[in-house]
């Protein structure tokens, strides 16, 4: 059955079936200008070589507009800086933090459709794709903070991580715990550290045997999974049309990854996520979260080797992340729905955060990916992000 499925996850991924999608390179600016608002691209290069873009939406060109500290909105696995504009004006975070003068940046992680670029590396080499989210961790993440804060002259940003965004924040803080100084607040979106009781079928099915999982991606070639292709884009968008009955069956599955939620997915808004996801991951990311689910514990990536361990962590074992190190004032979400960030697993995390002062909402009846799409998400969730970054502006002019 493992075998089965990871043929089903990773059969739109075979190079030999796609064609990389050349619109989608500015799609996410398209939809940023569709929305009337302007849309800059900013090139990043980590110290590792990888070459990051990132969309800006800078605050309205307007003299009643205070200066405030600017807004970093890092995705989840599979996503990229579209999951931040998908919902539209009405619905999506960015255009709400806009709307309310903030100056909002868009980061797309390595490997994802707008950040395939390295200084020596090509992404038809299986040496780009040798990383995971522990990479974007320590390696994109902060490059992109240091960007954003070198152009907009600020000392201290807000960020907003959802999903995976969530697990590379508390990676580069476990890290680096500098970095803790340049974030003046932080909410984190269906959290992801601990998996140990994650509920999504087909995820805990794929985590059952990642030996296995490793030795069929070996024998398929495969290094990058889910990349957006012509393919993919047209078969999603044919298969969720909110025009055709296949749309429920879209939903359906949908809702056996993430969790089935009480409020319905507008599927007028699937072809617009479908646009830009999914956006490519290595299997890296996939496998070290799989390992995440297997071992219940938030370490570094396990080499299943002994000898391979001790060779990058002096220890015949991954290491596990230091969260004591995260020393901030936190805002978590979680859904009830959510199979993938369960409350269990959340609140396990909040006793690890030891040195953080931390704000836990479950939001009744989301999934995991309501946080972004959901139409009760900018009243339920978003405000009190802006009210949170519009209380420290208060109190901190700069």
Not at 67 to 88: E, R
Not at 100 to 122: E, I, K, M
Not at 146 to 172: A, I, K, M, P, W
Not at 358 to 370: P, R, W
Request: hydrophobic share 40%.
């Amino acid at each position: 059955m493992c075998v089965c499925l990871l043929y089903v996850l990773t059969a739109i991924g075979l190079q030999l079936l796609s064609c990389q999608n050349t619109f989608a390179l500015d799609a996410i600016c398209e939809k940023v200008q569709h929305n009337r608002a302007e849309c800059e691209v900013h090139h990043v290069e980590t110290v590792d070589g990888y070459q990051l873009t990132m969309q800006r939406i800078p605050p309205p060109r307007n003299y009643s507009c205070p200066s405030q500290l600017p807004f970093l909105l890092m995705h989840g696995l599979i996503g990229s800086a579209g999951d931040f504009v998908a919902a539209g004006r009405a619905g999506a975070l960015a255009f709400q933090l806009h709307a309310r003068c903030f100056d909002v940046w868009l980061p797309n992680a390595r490997g994802t459709t707008q950040s395939r670029r390295h200084r020596t590396l090509s992404a038809s080499q299986a040496k780009f794709w040798h990383f995971s989210w522990h990479e974007i961790g320590v390696y994109d993440l902060p490059a992109l903070v240091e960007h954003v804060l070198r152009v907009t002259g600020h000392q201290r940003l807000h960020y907003v991580g959802h999903s995976q965004g969530t697990t590379v924040l508390l990676v580069l803080l476990s890290q680096q715990p500098a970095f803790n100084a340049r974030f003046a607040s932080v909410a984190l979106l269906a959290p992801i550290a601990y998996l140990q009781h994650l509920s999504s079928p087909p995820l805990r099915l794929l985590a059952s045997d990642t030996g296995v999982v490793t030795e069929l991606l070996n024998q398929l070639g495969l290094h990058e999974l889910l990349p957006s292709t012509t393919l993919t884009q047209a078969g999603g968008q044919l298969l969720c049309s909110a025009a055709l009955p296949t749309s429920v069956l879209c939903t359906l599955l949908t809702s056996l990854y993430v969790g089935f939620s009480e409020y319905p997915l507008d599927r007028s808004i699937l072809p617009r996520i479908l646009e830009t996801t999914p956006a490519g991951i290595s299997r890296g990311q996939l496998l070290h979260f799989g390992q995440l689910i297997n071992s219940g514990k938030f370490q570094q990536f396990d080499y299943r080797s002994a000898r391979l361990n001790s060779k990058h962590y002096g220890q015949p074992t991954p290491p596990a992340y230091q969260l004591q190190n995260v020393r901030l004032n936190l805002m978590l979400f979680h859904g009830n729905r959510d199979a993938l960030s369960t409350r269990k697993d959340v609140l396990r995390l909040v006793r690890e955060l030891k040195n953080s002062r931390i704000k836990l909402y479950q939001v009744q009846g989301y999934n995991h990916i309501d946080f972004l799409y959901a139409t009760t998400a900018p009243h339920i969730i978003y405000e009190r992000i802006i009210e949170q970054a519009t209380e420290y502006s208060q109190l901190n002019h700069k």
